[in-house]
């Protein structure tokens, strides 16, 4: 198959997924995309239909085709989500999944039980290790496409790309999608953040990162010590976010996300007054949006070179 190495990873050949036009014109219930319209080059559409311990999943089109990232919430929320921005669950053209926690899949069998019914093919894209640990999560294999920590790809004209994150599973990943020159990257469970990685993802107009505890909150949090321990050695702290701002953040990213917060060891005022003072600080004319557990956020609407929500 075009784009697949030997052993079926999708390498840094290009793998593009055409959508069904015949398959648009009878079941499309809905204009090509809500406030991004029909999308000139270089657009895309991101909204952050949920991210925290309870679920994460992110939308992102580029007026064209459609994708979710992770599917972490159940199919009433995730349709109800896609449908208060003007999508459809049904119009998904494949989903990226980052690892087999189940704040990141547990949307993902009913989601392919209605695409199934509705006679749909929606391709995974995760690691090996993400499929085996998900056992029959996706129990159809051709559903599954393999990519590795490097991996790039096209799904329709959205440019995908994988890159490692350190996390507590196989082989968890995060994404940058590309459309013209307008780029996004989604960086959520990962312990630590530096060097290569912090530039990578710093080199784009969007950016959803995660900041997910206090650490002297979640010292005197109610967890056991083994579990304090494990986050945070699998989840960033505020003080790593805020690090990442004022060391790797650029005048080029647009739209600052932080998101997975943790309910009971994290403050979004907090974050909000921390990441604010940094941003300021360093004069970075990021709009900042502190996703708060189970709320939704967006859509941010990227162009180039003039953003817009
Ligand atoms: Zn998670
Ligand atoms: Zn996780």
Redesign the pocket.
């Given at each position: 198959m075009a784009g697949l190495d030997a052993t079926g990873v999708i390498t840094g050949e290009e793998l593009t997924l055409q959508r069904d036009s015949s398959e648009r014109d009878e079941n499309s219930t809905s204009p090509l995309v809500g406030n991004a319209g029909s999308s000139p080059a270089g657009q895309l559409k991101v909204a952050v239909l949920a991210t925290s311990s309870a679920g994460n999943s992110t939308f992102v089109s580029d007026g064209t085709t459609r994708l979710l990232i992770d599917a972490g919430l159940s199919l009433l929320d995730t349709t109800t989500r896609l449908k208060a921005i003007g999508e459809d669950v049904d119009e998904i053209d494949a989903v990226l999944l980052?690892?087999p926690?189940i704040?990141?899949c547990a949307g993902l069998p009913t989601l392919i039980r209605r695409w199934r019914r509705g006679g749909r093919l929606v391709p995974v894209y995760c690691s090996y290790s993400t499929w085996m640990d998900m056992g029959n999560v996706i129990p159809v294999h051709h559903w599954f496409r393999e990519i590795n920590q490097s991996s790039r790809w096209e799904v329709g004209k959205i440019q995908c790309e994988s890159f490692a994150v350190e996390?507590?599973?196989g082989e968890?990943l995060g994404f940058a999608v590309q459309v013209g020159k307008v780029r996004a990257a989604f960086a959520l469970?990962l312990g630590v953040l530096g060097g290569d990685l912090a530039d990578y993802i710093a080199d784009s107009d969007l950016v959803l990162l995660e900041a997910n505890h206090d650490p002297d909150m979640l010292r005197a949090g109610p967890y056991a010590y083994k579990l304090k321990e494990r986050i945070l050695k699998?989840?960033l702290s505020n003080e790593a976010a805020c690090a990442w701002i004022s060391e790797h953040m650029t005048h080029r990213t647009q739209y600052l996300l932080l998101g997975h917060l943790s309910l009971s060891t994290n403050d979004p005022e907090l974050v909000r007054l921390m990441a604010r003072r940094e941003l300021d600080r360093l004069k970075l004319g990021a709009m900042l949006e502190v996703i708060e557990p189970g709320a939704a956020s967006g859509p941010w609407v990227l162009t180039s070179p003039c953003p817009s929500r």
């Open positions: 980052t690892h926690h704040d990141h996390h507590d599973t968890p469970d699998t989840h």
